[in-house]
């Protein structure tokens, strides 16, 4: 985050003069808006206008050669047909053949592998980056599993058959491939059928007169080993659009166009973790996290694609007609996937379903870790509460005022002169008592841990990463020095497993002086944000564990910080203990570690809107424990922006109120009694349906379907649903439709499928696959139920979710199938929506006792009018198999 508070004291040695102004400019300046000069565009990133300027197939080819079945694998050898570039460009003049690969990894997931041949003499002897950990641990044994054979042999071409019905088709010269269905031969995905495939290959000396310096503002990369970028052309074939690759703001939930006739946007959607404040609301720049993951839905099939990659990438959707306006291709979507670094580790998913392809690519980076209960209600946050008085008024404002919540946050603040794992002191004196007061009443507590340790000899994080050699070098070997919130500071260098397994031991209790069990963790600031550096993060000569440059492992940074920590909390509570940590920057595989957020938004309605197509983005690509700060992090909501976004976010699967230190403070009770009844029913919805959130998070942890839903997830073949991206599922059981704009006071609500849906208002039926104009109401948003599902809730409310855990359940039918689990909770109530008002008793089972129907209120909140069948204290427990029958 780009804050404006006044920086702390500063350790020796200092930066010059002009850096020491720029970075006090940047901390005691008011905030502004997003500064585009302050970030590279396409053009001004060599590879990326390299690669752009390509026309289709005006690279000379590769072809293949060497081609075997070899360990549960394809081999082959990629020969240069030709040189590959004039005298003058900046690519070796005697190119070396490349390696290929092609195993089947699990079901409908093939991987592609080319890098360098480094049995070649010539070739240098650093080799290309490998991301790793970020697969899981099983998955290079599994391909063994999954054979593939030779189907079909012509001269030029060779044909594969993959286990589940699929084949790979490689076509020798030019080199490309194609993914296609076995039986009727339609083609899903291929690789360089435009013949843009390009890889840049390591060098260890120069051409004369060439320069391997890339200079953006005031900073100078020096580029070591030069260029080394690859890019390459990837079609979704049956796709009517795509999806993924975050993290953009838009308020388009599909991914639009980038290049070709009739585009909007002239920029890439840009992957590339940067720490930007007050970021556009609708652009494909990137932000604080990059999962190189994209999926297409067309009404036949969905496929994905994924590149392990963690250097910049820049991605280009192109436009139908975008090589031949005069023949756009029917049912096909062609993309440009261009990096700066890395070796091609790609995977293809087949699907058919989107439900499958989230699933395959899940089934290699893992399924979402499962929260513990407290993380999934209402977290109270602010940069920063004062002091353990400001602490514990907080905590009674929100009891008062009969307002659950269950987590209050501190930012760095808190710390002692923002050295991260210390208290302040003088306005934190018993953080331990300040714990123990809010776990009384069942809540917890987050603390903020940075990575940018402060370079001060007597801090003991700082002197014991300088003695064991724990930082981040810079191009020259020393520690990098780069200036953060605490000024001159070093980072640990995550890359490295032992600095990783040191970094974890610092959450120790015995170590985090002043922690207790119910304190919990979170990481900002780990893109990483460097003030002094270039674009606001890290030099890309930086050097990191095994001689890895940071332009090579960027993007991954705030995940191997991520995961230190989490695997830190883990290890404070000797593994009994699920952790909450949360990051803002991510990459594939974070989902194993905790939740992110997306960041540092603004208070207005069009953030508001993005927030939505954003966090269903993140869930498709693994990322299910997501949200947006409520009420905007920059600016001073409007109350009725404030109090719409808390309806929205109430259905979030991260719900956070946050702000900036230079905002008023908005505690829902600062906006008047009706604003703050108007929150308190919308923090109360979200915990009556805490039970049936916490099914979806459990769901996800063994599927990975998201919480959170674009609508065509669950209704893949209605074609209004592709492109929905201001309402979403819940489940797949509600659906919910936001409000976007001051004033409102009706707003058109798309009900897909072939359902009838219950407008949750007043149990109201309506149509489903039609637009239903609905009368919007201030006190709620509209929300509806599909027919035939059920909704677990708890409707008692307490002053958090750890005191709820024994309430009894009301459900929504009685054709529920379950589980045998432990739990004495009963069932209070049983609401029926669509049968006939005639219905009078009910018979359960065991016991064969009749009770009452009564026409009742569909929910407790105030005003709600009878509309619904309630069968009330039914008396039946829970975790037990019963029956209900209607006479």
């Known amino acids: 985050m780009i804050r404006t508070h006044p920086p702390a004291t500063m350790s020796p040695p200092f930066p010059p003069l002009s850096t020491l102004l720029l970075f006090s400019l940047l901390l005691t300046s008011p905030v502004s808006a997003w500064k585009k000069e302050e970030f ?75 890098d360098e041949d480094y049995s070649d003499p010539d070739a240098p002897s650093h080799r290309r980056f490998r991301v790793p950990d970020v697969l899981l641990p099983d998955v290079d044994d599994r391909h063994k599993l999954y054979l593939p054979r030779i189907s079909s042999a012509s001269p030029g071409v060779t044909s594969f058959y993959l286990p589940y019905g699929f084949e790979a088709v490689v076509q020798h010269e030019p080199f490309q491939i194609e993914v296609r269905r076995a039986s009727n031969k339609e083609p899903i995905l291929s690789f360089n059928s435009h013949g843009l495939f390009d890889f840049e290959q390591l060098r260890t000396n120069k051409s004369d007169g060439e320069d391997w310096e890339e200079r953006f503002r005031s900073h100078t990369d020096t580029r070591p080993r030069g260029p080394q970028s690859i890019s390459f052309d990837v079609s979704f074939h049956g796709a009517d659009f795509v999806y993924g690759i975050p993290e953009h703001a838009s308020t388009s939930l599909s991914l639009r166009p980038t290049r070709g006739p009739d585009v909007d946007f002239s920029e890439p959607y840009r992957l590339f973790n940067l720490d930007v404040f007050e970021y556009l609301h609708d652009s494909p720049f990137g932000l604080y996290g990059s999962i190189p ?81 407290f993380a999934v209600g209402y977290h109270q946050c602010r940069w920063n509460y004062r002091d353990e008085e400001d602490v514990d008024s907080v905590d009674a404002g929100f009891d008062s005022h009969d307002i659950p919540y269950d987590v209050l946050w501190l930012d760095i603040e808190h710390t002692d002169g923002k050295r991260y794992f210390t208290w302040d002191k003088t306005l934190f004196p018993d953080p331990v008592g300040m714990q123990k007061r809010l776990a009384a009443k069942g809540r917890h507590m987050v603390t903020i841990v940075d990575p940018h340790v402060k370079r001060d000899d007597s801090f003991f994080l700082h002197k014991e990463a300088t003695e064991k050699g724990y930082y981040v070098k810079d191009a020259s070997g020393r520690d990098f020095d780069g200036w953060c919130w605490p000024g001159s500071s070093s980072y640990p260098d995550m890359l490295n497993p032992e600095i990783r397994e040191w ?68 290890k404070r509570g000797e593994g009994k203990d699920r952790p909450f940590v949360l ?50 992090f920059f600016g001073n909501p409007e109350p009725e922006l404030l109090v719409r976004w808390y309806q929205l976010g109430a259905f979030y699967p991260f719900f956070r109120g946050h702000a900036h230190l230079d905002t008023k403070r908005r505690e829902p009770w600062l906006f008047g009694e009706k604003n703050t009844a108007l929150i308190r029913e919308a923090v109360h919805v979200r915990y009556s349906l805490l039970p049936y959130f916490y099914t979806l998070f459990r769901e996800a942890s063994t599927s990975g379907l998201p919480i959170m839903r674009p609508l065509w997830l669950e209704f893949p073949q209605d074609k209004e649903t592709f492109n929905n991206g201001e309402a979403f599922m819940v489940g797949p059981a509600l659906l919910v439709q936001g409000i976007y704009q001051a004033g409102e006071k009706s707003v058109s609500v798309y009900l897909p499928g072939t359902e009838s849906w219950y407008y949750l208002r007043n149990g109201v039926t309506y149509a489903g ?106 008396n039946v427990h829970v975790a037990d198999d019963w029956t209900i029958s209607i006479l």
Not at 89 to 111: K, Q
């Open 293 to 373: 993951f994209m999926l297409s839905h067309g009404t036949k099939s969905s496929s994905g694609f994924f590149w392990l990659n963690a250097a910049e990438m820049q991605i280009d959707v192109l436009a139908p007609g975008w090589d031949d306006p005069a023949n756009p291709s029917p049912n096909r979507i062609d993309t440009l996937w261009m990096a700066e670094a890395g070796v091609v580790d790609a995977f293809f998913f087949v699907g058919p379903e989107t439900k499958d392809v989230v699933g395959q690519y899940l089934s290699l980076t893992g399924t979402p870790a499962m929260p513990q209960h």
């Open 503 to 570: 970094w974890s031991e610092k959450f120790l209790f015995e170590n985090y002086k002043g922690s207790t069990p119910s304190l919990y963790i979170w990481n900002d600031m780990n893109e990483p944000s460097v003030f002094n550096g270039p674009e606001v993060t890290m030099p890309r000569d930086a050097v990191h564990y095994g001689d890895v440059e940071h332009r090579e492992v960027h993007n991954a940074y705030g995940y191997y910080f991520h995961m230190a920590s989490s695997i830190g909390v883990v």
């Open 40 to 114: 590279r565009d396409c053009n001004q990133t060599p590879f990326c206008k390299r690669a752009r300027t390509r026309a289709p197939h005006s690279i000379p080819s590769l072809s293949v050669s060497s081609l075997s079945l070899s360990d549960g694998a394809v081999s082959a050898r990629l020969l240069p047909s030709q040189l590959l570039q004039s005298p003058t460009d900046s690519t070796p003049a005697s190119p070396r053949a490349l390696t290929l690969r092609l195993s089947v990894y699990t079901p409908g997931a093939l991987r592609l592998e080319i």
């Open 769 to 874: 696959g039609r637009s239903h104009k609905m009368e919007v109401f201030e006190d709620g948003i509209p929300t509806f139920q599909k027919a035939g599902t059920i909704i677990p809730r708890k409707d008692r409310f307490r002053r958090s979710s750890t005191q709820m855990v024994n309430d009894p359940y009301t459900l929504g039918r009685t054709n529920l199938s379950k589980k045998k689990f432990s739990s004495e909770c009963l069932i209070e109530r049983v609401i029926l929506l669509g049968l006939s008002a005639n219905a009078k008793k009910a018979v359960i089972e065991p016991g064969n006792h009749e009770v009452d129907i009564e026409l009742g209120p569909l929910s407790l909140r105030a005003g709600s009018s009878p509309v619904a069948l309630t069968i009330r204290k039914p």
């Open 583 to 632: 990051s803002r920057a991510f990459f594939a595989g974070t989902q194993r570690y905790g939740a992110i957020w997306t960041g540092d938004n603004s208070a207005d309605w069009d953030h508001l809107r993005a927030s939505v197509p954003m966090i269903l983005t993140l869930g498709l690509t693994g990322m299910t424990f997501s949200g947006a700060d409520v009420g905007g």
